[in-house]
């Protein structure tokens, strides 16, 4: 199969952003008293903060305005974005094929973050559109995400490659159809 297009995952693909993401997420759980260890926080990767505050908000009965404690924790990792850098293996990718093919970033991020990321790490320019967890209704394992990806770049999914760094993200791109590229095993890292 003749691949057409590449779209990549952000956080933990493209950017190495998951430290700075946690330390803002300990902030934040710590503010409303929630317990989120460190491996469940890795094993949700790609879902929108505001689905993960709701569901913790729900599961240990303490109330709270997700939208709101959302917001609150972008607000406490804008400020670590300096130490973002880029995952060389993935950006090479990207690099590589900027100008050959098409390419989208798909995240379960928010426009504001995913573009801030992209710009600090200077690749924003390499891609023809980025979809975001504010762009669809259903998100990460569906795969919306990546199948709005496939519609804005005019490709058929079954001609796109997805990059992605977790489970879900996984999930998401094989069942948008796509072939999926684990960004861990190029890492060398334990999946």
């Known amino acids: 199969m003749q691949i057409k297009a590449l779209i990549f995952d952000c956080d933990g693909t493209l950017a190495d ?11 934040v759980t710590k503010r409303y008293d929630l317990h ?41 990792y804008m400020p670590l974005m300096p130490h973002i850098t880029r995952i060389e293996e993935v950006v ?31 690749i924003h320019h390499l891609f023809d559109t980025i979809v975001t967890s504010e762009d669809v209704t ?18 058929e999914p079954q001609f796109c490659r997805g990059y992605e760094d977790t489970d879900l993200g996984m999930q998401a791109i094989r069942d948008a159809g796509m072939e999926a590229v684990d960004v861990r095993t190029m890492r060398n890292i334990k999946v």
Do not use: C
Request: proline share 7%; hydrophobic share 40%; glycine share 6%.
């Open 17 to 27: 952003t998951m430290p700075q993401h946690w330390k803002a997420w300990q902030a």
């Open 36 to 76: 989120f260890p460190e491996d469940r926080f890795y094993s949700l990767g790609g879902v929108p903060s505001r689905d993960i505050l709701k569901m913790l908000s729900i599961e240990q009965n303490r109330p709270l305005d997700h939208i709101a404690a959302s917001k609150e924790k972008e607000a406490a």
């Open 92 to 122: 090479a990718v990207a690099l590589e094929n900027h100008g050959k093919l098409p390419m989208a970033v798909a995240s379960g991020g928010t426009r504001h973050g995913v573009n801030a990321i992209l710009q600090h790490l200077t």
């Open 138 to 155: 259903r998100q990460k394992p569906a795969p919306d995400i990546f199948l709005e990806a496939a519609r804005r770049l005019g490709v």
